[in-house]
């Protein structure tokens, strides 16, 4: 029921789009990498209610959320 979603961000160039589907997300890396060699890195399921207190507790994702 929930979309998945993708935000890319890039240090390097302060790139930042957000996507409904993971594949288009990890395209629009691939090709950032090729065009610029910048190291784009993407949040996912930072949007949905509730998700991202579960995702606290049960360390999920394995995805860093302190800057
Ligand atoms: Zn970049």
Redesign the pocket.
Known sequence: MTTPRATVR??????EETFSKLATARICIEE?REE?G?D?EWELGRFAPGVEKMGDQAGVCGIPTSK
Do not use: G, S
């Open positions: 890039c240090p390097e160039c302060d790139l950032h610029t910048h784009p």
